[in-house]
């Protein structure tokens, strides 16, 4: 075999149709070797290539007999000195940080543990066990791919609707896939299951992970599995469980699934976890980034190097102050962008992204993404928490971010739950949470707004149980959260009873009619249309089964159920005081004496503050003003809108509602109503509406119809 020095860039191994360079930084290595195997599951490689030169710490050769399909992996040895971060091993075979594949999953195994054990658990040595058979290998990959006249679908934020959901999950058990395609990318790209999302109105996807992830080697030895993927060990490589060709297909069909949701308009935005990674702690398994240069990659505790800093619960945290990890993050969002076409991200856990040597001295994350010329103009949100010191940074990220805005789920949860006192801050999160977003110069596309998410209960399960059930999971209830907001109506779990079927349906409705009616950006959990269960599991991240899949065999409730979603969706579309780019003011209009939002109580006039001081009040009214809306059409034109009411009545009695007085006449028209199934289309003949108990009322005013 041929062997050139080949170039320190790019990264990774990559194909440019004559041959295939592999470069991979190692700072403290003292020799790297590249190994070439013939099957996947190979302990002794075929071909062992000295990596003889380095430039700027980057090893790299040029093997002109190389082709795409090619199995590698890397041997990297230099100090094993634990006390100084430093872990190198040369019997582990490791993976290439910048692989853009990743042949299949891990083998457990004591091989893959890097060190011999002693007492008390503290590494002394690097053991001489080779891990080569326990793992899997890297792929030579061929970019070439035929996007046609693929473009990014660019919905604007303010017209945004996610569907956040999981590629396997929802596909498994779809009638409409074919068998060899549940659970993939092309499961997901198949006609029913498109039509079923167009059908719903939503505009992008929020995949859970979809970088190559690790199985715990505790799940697998309690026959469970990481399902979320919230486990990452490749950040350029599709996870090959979603393929459904085998061996090296993941690339080209989670391209295929791009172009299609594209062409059905739909964006993709990919939930991504840069925050750590699958070799845990300073006792975990030795795969890739800890045995390449651990002292670069990871964050080690000031004056004892062998223990890592965790900020995310998982034993370790990625070094985002080192250049060439900054770089790792970069290099892949990048990719995912320009050779994947993806439209945005949502980081997990994004504080640890930004988490400086000492509080107050943040990364350069932020500023090193702004100046991006293309990781600017893709949608950015983030999960504004971590476990670290100060973890919860809600509102605190800056311009050109959104957030995941849980301050909004645990609100409306707990006023439809009847908790007291909700009504105040309940009006600031349907305003679009401008107390939390406001101060930092953003608008109402800051916050992504959600009443349930992966993480937690499903929508049906929100309305059927009080407490969690997640014996499934083998951890004696103890994981997932203990303040669940919700509320089961009268039995807990599964009822024959009509009576607590039908509270649970209307209130199902009053947490997507909140959600959807409310400034800001709606994201909707994949099966919550369709009346999905994990039966009380609240924490399903390790069941990869029927307590996850989506269940596509239901009646006449849950399509109904999708209809209202529908419906919803379409409101929002055609109201643009709904969906405001700018934040409210709650004052007069230029040239009229209609504020642009007020807050109404059952009298008709606006509420007073010792109506808002009211612990009681379990009842609200927005009116928003037509003439509000600052949507722009293709010709730089305001297009003023509709006058709309919202009230919203948790209480357990009806209210009675005297409709606010207009300054243009016309009439009030019903657009939605919780209490009963559409159509919704009955004009408000009197003075007042009764606005049953825990429901929820949107009216129109049409000043068409006259007085």
Not at 29 to 35: D, M, N, S, Y
Not at 151 to 165: D, L, M
Not at 682 to 689: C, G, T, Y
């Amino acid at each position: 075999m041929r062997i050139w020095p080949g170039s320190p860039h790019p990264l990774g191994a990559t194909w440019d149709g004559e041959g295939v360079n592999f470069a991979l930084f190692s700072e403290h290595a003292t020799t790297v070797e590249l190994q070439l195997f013939d099957d996947a599951a190979a302990g002794t490689p075929v071909a062992r290539i000295p990596m003889l030169e380095a430039t700027d710490h980057v090893w790299h050769v040029y093997l002109p007999d190389v082709r795409p399909g090619a199995l590698y992996g890397y041997r990297v040895d230099g100090p094993y000195e634990p006390d100084r971060g430093h872990r190198f091993n040369p019997d582990k075979l490791l993976i290439d940080p910048y692989a853009k594949a990743v042949s299949g999953q891990i083998r457990w195994s004591d091989e893959l543990f890097g060190y011999v054990v002693g007492d008390p658990g503290e590494d002394l040595a690097r053991d001489g066990r080779d891990s080569a058979g326990c793992m899997p290998k890297c792929l030579v990959v061929d970019p070439a791919f035929t996007w046609g006249d693929d473009t990014h679908p660019r919905t604007p934020w303010n017209r945004t609707v996610i569907y956040e959901t999981h590629v396997r999950g929802m596909t498994m058990r779809h009638p409409g896939v074919p068998e060899h395609l549940r659970g993939t990318y092309l499961g997901l790209a198949s006609d029913p299951v498109v039509d079923h999302l167009v059908g719903l109105g939503v505009t992008a996807v929020e995949l859970m992970p979809v970088h190559h992830f690790v199985a715990d080697r505790t799940l697998v030895e309690r026959g469970l599995t990481n399902y979320w993927g919230y486990n990452s060990i490749a950040f350029l490589a599709p996870h090959v469980g979603y393929a459904a060709g085998g061996l090296g297909s993941q690339v080209g069909e989670f391209k295929s699934m791009v172009r299609t949701l594209h062409r059905a308009g739909l964006e993709v935005i990919l939930d991504v976890v840069y925050n750590h990674t699958a070799e845990g702690n300073h006792l975990g398994p030795t795969l890739s980034l800890r045995g390449i240069d651990n002292s670069a990659y990871y964050r080690l505790i000031p004056g004892s190097p062998r223990h890592y800093l965790d900020f995310t619960g998982t034993g370790n945290s990625l070094n985002i102050l080192h250049p060439r990890t900054m770089a790792l993050i970069a290099d892949s969002l990048r990719y995912w962008v320009t050779d994947m076409h993806v439209d945005g991200f949502r980081f997990d856990l994004a504080p640890v992204l930004v988490r400086g040597f000492e509080a107050g001295q943040p990364s350069a994350f932020f500023e090193i993404i702004q100046q991006d010329p293309i990781l600017s103009t893709v949608k950015l949100i983030a999960e504004p928490w971590d476990v670290g010191p100060d973890g919860y940074q809600l509102g605190r990220f800056p311009a050109g971010w959104s957030e995941w805005n849980g301050a909004f789920r645990d609100c409306v949860r707990r006023f439809w739950r009847g908790d007291p006192g909700q009504v105040p801050e309940l009006a600031s999160r349907l305003a679009g949470s401008s107390d939390i977003y406001a101060p930092s110069g953003r608008s109402t596309y800051a916050s992504i707004n959600f009443v349930t998410c992966h993480d937690g209960f499903t929508l049906a399960d929100l309305v059927s149980y009080d407490r969690k059930h997640n014996d499934d999971n083998g951890e004696d209830g103890r994981d997932g959260v203990e303040e669940n907001f919700s509320s089961n109506w009268g039995v807990e779990g599964p009822t024959e009873s009509v009576r607590v079927q039908r509270s649970r349906e209307r209130m199902q409705r009053n947490f997507l009619a909140t959600l959807l009616l409310a400034q800001g950006v709606p994201m909707l959990l994949g099966g919550d249309e369709i009346g999905r269960t994990q039966q009380g599991n609240n924490n399903a991240y390790c069941q990869d089964n029927e307590i996850s899949w989506f269940d596509w065999d239901h009646g006449e409730p849950v399509d109904e159920l999708y209809r209202f979603v529908s419906e919803l969706v379409g409101i929002l579309q055609d109201n643009p005081i709904l969906r405001r780019r700018r934040f409210f003011t709650g004052q007069p209009l230029p040239g009229l004496a209609t504020k642009d939002v007020t807050w109404i109580c059952p009298n008709g006039e606006e509420m007073t503050e010792e109506q808002w001081s009211d612990a009681g009040n379990q009842s609200i009214g927005m009116l928003l003003f037509g003439e509000a809306a600052d949507e722009i059409d293709a010709r730089g034109r305001s297009a003023r809108g509709e006058t709309l009411l919202l009230l919203l009545n948790a209480g357990a009695r009806p209210r009675s509602y005297t409709l606010p007085k207009m300054e243009r006449s016309g009439r009030w028209v019903e657009l939605l109503n919780t209490a009963r199934p559409g159509p919704w289309s009955r004009r408000m003949r009197n003075d007042a509406v009764n606005l049953t108990a825990q429901s929820t009322l949107l009216l129109r005013h049409s000043e068409r119809l006259g007085p």
